[in-house]
């Protein structure tokens, strides 16, 4: 028999332990004697003691008997990998069947099957390459922690630098939104100052009711409304921007408020239709409003622009309530996406749009606010006949 080597590359490493069940004492005596040179051994007769000796003991390798009273060693084995997977189990029987070596070994996770009488050196081969079985599996373990930590880490950094993108984003388009605001202004603005000059006029000369003097009033009224809508706009816009605390607060409002100031920005788009159905009984969500607002931005941009060269200008908006989720949902019926891009269209630096239109990270920015707060964002589309996006929050947020 050649000499198989146990020794470590290191003086100071603990003996690795081995876990030995056998109903018959002398079985397991001979066992020790071959394995407590290289080992810490412990023995066991009884396979419902063996529970005990875990929980006490760092064992590396449990060997046990197949045929025992109380229990098999594959029944053994499977209870034994519930609690301890990376164990490395080991059956020893007198038993050939082929279906029950493959029953044992599918059902206890078995790292090796040996006949009795055991070959000793077939033994000590067995437990080498089962502790070399066991320490890979712990290495590719602690591997795969530390992979997780690090993704963690960078997912952690990339949320941070897309904050800051986002608050450069928001504070770029709130100056657009309110450079955009100030020039509408100065339509109704006019239209005011030319109205009173009209009215003044009018009633000068006039001496009653004069139906001029009213449709003039009426001109006035309408342009009132339009700034006062204007105002409440920009008032909500810096209203978000200040607040960074979660509080609860109404999607539908958010929506709501949010389309309107689509509608105003866009209010010179030649047949823009955005249509909003909220859903009547929708609970309140908790959250930072800003970054729900910033979500709305950035997929109704996507909308008003994905619709610009379309015959038919029309963007659908609905709030709902979804397996106990409360969802949005978007659609558009603008060009839509190819097949080949709706996997990519997250991916940072990706988009569809013309050069110069697009920066590629509006869905990314808004995909990884949707995780943050642990909803889900799904996208379908069919090229040429729009696109729609469904993103789903529990109904507990951050």
């Not at 700034?227 to 920009?234: A, F, Y």
């Not at 605390?245 to 539908?252: A, I, M, R, S, T």
């Given at each position: 028999m050649h000499s198989i080597s146990f020794e470590s590359e290191h003086e100071d490493d603990v003996k690795a332990s081995i876990l030995v069940v056998d109903d018959e004492p002398m079985i397991l005596q001979s066992l020790e004697m071959v394995l407590k040179r290289y080992f810490n051994v412990f023995k066991e007769t009884?396979?419902?003691k063996v529970g005990d000796i875990l929980s006490s003991q760092n064992i590396d390798i449990l060997i046990t008997d197949e045929m025992m009273p109380g229990m098999r060693g594959c029944e053994l084995a499977e209870q034994v990998h519930t609690s301890y997977p990376n164990i490395c189990k080991i059956i020893l029987s007198g038993n050939s069947d082929k279906k029950d070596i493959v029953k044992a070994i599918n059902k206890g996770h078995i790292f090796s099957f040996l006949f009795k009488p055991v070959d000793v050196n077939q033994l000590?081969?067995?437990?080498?390459?089962?502790?070399?079985?066991?320490?890979?599996?712990e290495v590719i373990e602690e591997n795969n922690k530390y992979l997780e930590q690090k993704n963690k880490n960078l997912l952690d950094e990339v949320l941070s630098k897309s904050r800051k993108i986002m608050d450069m984003?928001?504070?770029y388009e709130l100056g657009k939104f309110s450079a955009s605001i100030v020039h509408d202004l100065n339509s109704p603005l006019q239209t005011l100052i030319t109205g009173y000059q009209l009215l003044e006029d009018e009633l000068v000369h006039s001496k009653g009711y004069d139906s001029n003097a009213e449709n003039i009033l009426t001109l006035i009224d309408?342009?009132?409304?339009?700034?006062?809508?204007?105002?409440?706009?920009?008032s909500n816009r810096i209203n978000n921007s200040i607040s960074e605390?979660?509080?609860?607060?109404?999607?539908?409002w958010l929506v709501e408020n949010n389309i309107n100031s689509m509608k105003l920005k866009f209010q010179n788009a030649k047949a823009l239709e955005i249509i909003f159905t909220p859903c009547d009984d929708l609970p309140k969500m908790k959250g930072v409003p800003l970054h729900f607002d910033q979500i709305l931005t950035n997929l109704l941009k996507n909308a008003v622009d994905a619709v610009e060269n379309s015959q038919k200008k029309k963007i659908t908006v609905k709030t709902l309530l979804k397996s106990g989720k409360i969802c949005l949902y978007i659609k558009d019926s603008g060009t839509g996406i190819k097949s080949e891009d709706i996997e990519r269209i997250f991916d940072i630096g990706f988009s569809t749009k013309d050069p110069g239109k697009g920066t590629g990270l509006g869905l990314v920015i808004t995909k990884q606010m949707?995780?943050?707060?642990?909803?889900k964002i799904k996208v379908e589309s069919e090229y040429g006949k729009g696109a729609a996006f469904l993103i789903c929050f529990p109904i507990e947020t951050n």
């Open positions: 009884d396979p419902l000590l081969q067995s437990v080498k390459h089962g502790l070399e079985n066991k320490r890979m599996k984003e928001k504070f309408n342009s009132l409304h339009t700034m006062e809508n204007m105002v409440k706009s920009i605390k979660p509080v609860e607060f109404d999607l539908n949707v995780n943050s707060y642990k909803g």
